[in-house]
């Protein structure tokens, strides 16, 4: 299983654009790279998935360069509410292994 | 929009007793998981399920734990002699395809052994 690296924390303001790099330097070739939410004493929530290149839906945008290894999950102009726990995953679909993902706080 | 629902949202057991928690996964979804995290860490894989058997535990999911799903709604996690070290949040989560990364969770069960 491909071993992700992520900040430990980070701080915005509301409004302002936040990337959230994840390095996974050992990621397969079959692997893809997903991206979940955990607000506090809730399970967590899908955001994003993707291979490579960029993918974008209606809450993020997820950066993937050809060498696969690392990725940036970019949400635009978070607000109060984007404050959570973010993880990068990589590896088995089935069976989700999370990291200790990082703690983004979004400042009024 | 479906949801994956857990009873009890909080369960106190003493040391020794088992528990059962319970969960009702999306209608048409096939495959299911539970998860644990104790407070303050990571969320942890414990189990998936599809047609009615185990298809991968981690190494936390020992002899003391068991999965069911008695009907064709419910998903249920066993702790049959629970331990201090089991106090947790338990997730379950379930989704509708093999090599599908979006699971859907339910709120947790939030275990507390005394």
């Known amino acids: 299983l491909a071993k992700t690296t992520q900040p430990i924390s980070m701080d915005s303001y509301e409004g302002q654009e936040v990337n959230i790099t994840c390095s996974h330097n050992n990621i397969a070739t079959n692997d893809y790279i997903t991206w979940y939410q955990q607000f506090p004493s809730q399970g967590p929530r899908f955001i994003i998935q993707?291979?490579?290149t960029k993918v974008t839906n209606e809450v993020a945008s997820l950066f993937i360069p050809a060498d696969r290894k690392s990725s940036t999950l970019s949400l635009p102009r978070v607000s109060l509410s984007d404050t959570a726990v973010y993880y990068c995953l990589v590896g088995e679909a089935d069976k989700l292994i999370f990291g200790t993902g990082t703690r983004l706080q979004v400042f009024p | 929009e479906p949801e994956v629902t857990q009873t009890p949202s909080h369960q106190v057991t003493q040391m020794g007793q088992e528990v059962i928690l319970r969960c009702v996964p999306i209608s048409n979804h096939l495959y299911f998981y539970w998860y644990r995290q104790i407070l303050g860490q990571k969320v942890e894989f414990l189990v998936s399920f599809y047609n009615n058997e185990i298809s991968e535990k981690s190494e936390i999911f020992d002899d003391q734990f068991s999965v069911e799903r008695p009907d064709g709604s419910n998903f249920t996690l066993k702790i049959r002699s629970t331990k201090l070290e089991d106090s947790a949040m338990y997730f379950c989560a379930s989704n509708n395809g093999a090599g599908v990364s979006e699971q859907f969770f339910g709120p947790g069960t939030r275990l507390t052994v005394l």
């Open positions: 993707g291979y490579k």
